[in-house]
């Protein structure tokens, strides 16, 4: 089995950072695709970013140049550093990992509880 725990949400104001975490746990043997999406009230979940094992990034149009995403492949985590953070990045941010090695198990795709971002003055 494969949990994922999010962790750095909180309340920031506008212009402000924040850095995400989210820790992969289990016997993990490897990871393909770790990523975050988010999820604004009365909106459809959307990509953040995403990056491979091989460390190759992507982002999504609303994001770029202001997030970064980085793995830690010997802790399983996954970060997510947000800077220059706006009201409209306010959501609940979901950790992703797609391709996850267990013994005798490979997960499609596995998703984090969920962390609150809220950006406001």
């Known amino acids: 089995q494969v949990q994922l725990v999010e962790s750095g949400g909180g309340l920031v104001q506008p212009g402000g950072s924040l850095r995400l975490s989210c820790a992969a746990s289990?016997?993990?043997?490897?990871?393909?695709?770790m990523g975050w999406y988010r999820q604004a009230p009365g909106k459809e979940r959307e990509l953040v970013a995403v990056?491979?094992?091989?460390?190759?990034?992507t982002y999504g149009d609303s994001v770029k140049g202001r997030f970064t995403i980085s793995r830690d492949n010997a802790k399983n985590t996954v970060y997510l550093q947000m800077n220059s953070l706006k009201p409209e990045d306010t959501a609940v941010y979901y950790c992703?990992?797609?391709?996850?090695?267990?013994?005798?198990?490979?997960?499609?795709?596995?998703w984090g509880q969920g962390t609150l971002v809220t950006v406001s003055s």
């Open positions: 289990g016997r993990i043997i490897s990871i393909n695709d």
């Open positions: 990056i491979t094992s091989a460390g190759t990034t």
């Open positions: 992703n990992v797609k391709g996850a090695v267990v013994p005798g198990t490979r997960w499609r795709e596995l």
